[in-house]
């Protein structure tokens, strides 16, 4: 028994000879980490918590590290990247940092680095909470911005001024935190980065003194260890230990906080912004108890709610579009293929390059497995019960033409609808019509080939296919061009398909756009609905085509050229030709070929106007063939009554005259 007592005794003392021995090597250890010095380029007496990398094991804190690459000291802040370290300031605790991006004397050079979520020990805030550093956002524009909020990045960013004309945006960045409505329409923020500047709004500077701001660097408060609880990555943290992500850690975790407040008074709790040591008394255990009970009913009442909200959401949303299911799902012979929205996703590579919006949805680039580039329309909120959806798809689907764009695919996969195009590398025809710039790429008799392309695709959809298809919002933003520009009639989202031998179509609405509406869809006395009305749309156009213009201008040197098919009438009807711009004889011959052929389609009354197959024959044959017909009429009133009654006139508005004069904008 004696022997036994004195083996045990012997343990006993080896084992705390050890636990001592190490407790000693520990402290020493800390005690060693907080003597160690070391330097790296301008940064001198590098110490605790500090360390470089190469420091023995002992020095400073690890979560300190530093490195010193070429005898310069860097610090890497994941998943930003790394920043060269100008000042460590042990006494505010901050360091300051550069981003390896910029160059000095350089005010090109823009930050490589993203800052993005910092955990400890580094944090863009003080102790109270306030930013240390000022954000910096570099912003693009589609169009010249004048804001005091905005300081051009010219000429630094926007060296040469003919690439940014051609690639028609502006550059600026906006110094202090982006608050509701700082961001212009048509400007993205496309960068950020931190610098220690500030100036009141109004206040004019330049780019340079920006630059010069980021160069001087950007302070991050740098938290001591005594200040941080243990870091528990992606977990909670309480009393110095660490509990999952999970409902059973959770209650864990207030487990360990309740037995905190019985036993301490105190708890460390880690959350993903800010690692605090909150003191609580034991008088406040009633109130904490009450909050337990409200969190657990939180915890389990709040996700059942929404999940419920969520299902009943989702089965009113998704019975709206079982007539896109019944018509994809009846038609055995639908070419297009079928897209998950994963793989749509994919083909924009998460949507990031955008190529227009509207009030359909967006359009982004994206590119199929074969290297194909195509264009994905992403559908917004449908129209009645996704009548656009099907009316797209189901005019287009089997469609073959040069002059209509094809339907490569399509997605419809809950509330996400997408329909994939032929890419179009040459954009609208909006974009040429309307611009100012004196080096146009298409030629008067290119726009007059594009005209005949256009005539052509109409004549198509009205006799061409098994079904007639009204397409009802001809307009220079739906004709798309390809690498040769030649066109593509685009967006049947109005589209309406009827049996060819329907002369006359019923409507519950008039439908298109502004400027390019037939009136019949408005005055219902002039004529029947028919595939005249598309004749109309195309006169619009093809009088815009001809004249570069908008048809109904105010920003025009004579009030007489307000509304420009009536101009030109009357010019021609003199016998003068349109003054225009520098042209030689046989473009002035295709303009006003044009021009007669837009005169004969914009005829008040459906009757009077020709059919698309003879607006070909006009538009291929000689100018000097073509009659003149009677003179546009920009509202019914202007008819004679026996043309028209008057009193019977049916119009959207309760002006007739404003109703047609906002339509012929």
């Not at 004549?459 to 520009?485: A, S, T, V």
């Amino acid at each position: 028994m004696g022997s036994r007592f004195f083996a045990l005794s012997r343990w006993v003392w080896i084992v705390a000879l050890l636990v001592v021995g190490l407790s000693g090597e520990t402290c020493n250890a800390k005690d060693d980490s907080t003597k160690c010095t070391s330097s790296c380029g301008n940064i001198h007496y590098i110490s605790y918590p500090f360390r470089l990398k190469h420091d023995p094991k002992h020095c400073g804190n690890v979560m300190y590290t530093l490195s010193c690459e070429n005898n310069i000291t860097l610090v890497d802040l994941p998943p930003s990247g790394k920043y060269y370290v100008q000042v460590i300031n042990y006494h505010n605790q901050t360091i300051r940092l550069v981003d390896p991006g910029l160059q000095n004397n350089n005010c090109s050079s823009m930050p490589q680095n993203f800052p993005r979520f910092l955990r400890d020990p580094y944090s863009v805030y003080n102790i109270s909470g306030y930013l240390i550093s000022t954000p910096v956002f570099y912003i693009k524009c589609s169009n010249p911005v004048n804001s005091s909020l905005y300081v051009d990045t010219a000429p630094c960013l926007n060296i040469d001024a003919s690439s940014l004309v051609q690639q028609k945006t502006y550059s600026y960045v906006k110094v202090g935190v982006m608050e509701v409505g700082d961001l212009n329409e048509g400007c993205s923020a496309e960068w950020l980065a931190l610098a220690l500047l500030s100036y009141p709004k109004g206040h004019n500077t330049s780019y340079e003194s920006v630059h010069s701001a980021l160069m001087y660097g950007f302070d991050l408060r740098v938290s001591w260890p005594d200040e941080i609880a243990p870091i528990c990555q992606g977990q909670w943290s309480s009393n110095l230990k660490c509990f999952p992500h999970t409902i059973p850690g959770f209650f864990r975790f207030l487990c360990e906080a309740i037995y905190v407040f019985f036993s301490r008074g105190r708890v460390y709790i880690d959350n993903p912004l800010w690692f605090r040591a909150i003191s609580i008394r034991r008088g406040w255990v009633p109130l904490i108890c009450f909050g337990l009970f409200l969190s657990a009913r939180l915890i389990f009442g709040v996700p059942c709610l929404i999940a419920f909200v969520i299902y009943k959401w989702r089965r009113r949303h998704l019975s709206s579009y079982s007539i896109i299911e019944d018509f994809l799902q009846s038609d055995n012979n639908f070419l297009p293929i079928r897209y998950s929205y994963s793989e749509i996703k994919k083909m924009t590579g998460k949507f990031k390059d955008k190529l227009g919006e509207g009030g359909y949805g967006s359009v982004f680039k994206g590119k199929l497995r074969s290297g194909r580039f195509v264009a994905i329309k992403l559908l917004g909120k449908p129209k009645g019960n996704g009548q656009d959806f099907t009316s797209e798809v189901a005019t287009i689907g089997r469609i073959h033409h040069v002059n209509v764009v094809q339907l490569v695919g399509y997605c419809v996969e809950g509330l996400n609808r997408a329909l994939v195009y032929d890419f179009m590398p040459n954009s609208s025809l909006d974009k040429y019509i309307y611009t100012k710039e004196e080096n146009m790429p298409l030629s008067c008799k290119k726009m007059y080939e594009i005209s005949l392309g256009v005539a052509r695709g109409i004549e198509y959809l009205h006799q061409g296919c098994d079904m007639q298809i009204l397409h009802f919002d001809i307009k220079p933003h739906n004709i798309l061009l390809d690498e040769n520009f030649n066109p593509k009639i685009s967006d049947f989202g109005l589209a309406k398909l009827y049996s060819v031998d329907n002369s006359i179509v019923s409507l519950t609405a008039a439908r298109g756009t502004m400027g390019y509406i037939a009136p019949e869809l408005f005055y219902k006395n002039i004529g029947g609905v028919s595939y005249k009305a598309d004749v109309y749309s195309f006169g619009m156009l093809l009088m815009e085509m001809a004249s570069r213009r908008k048809n109904f201008s105010s920003m025009v040197e004579r009030s007489s050229q307000t509304y420009f098919p009536l101009w030109a009438y009357d010019q021609y009807n003199k016998g003068n030709d349109l003054e225009m711009g520098d042209f030689n004889e046989e473009e002035k011959k295709i303009i006003k070929k044009m021009v007669i052929t837009a005169l004969w389609c914009i005829q008040m009354k459906p009757s009077d106007r020709p059919s698309m197959n003879k607006v070909i024959e006009m538009l291929g044959g000689d100018v000097e063939c073509l009659k003149m017909p009677i003179r546009p009429f920009l509202y019914p009133q202007e008819m004679h009554a026996g043309d028209v009654q008057e009193n019977n006139l049916n119009s959207i508005g309760s002006n007739g005259e404003l109703t047609w004069t906002l339509s012929a904008r």
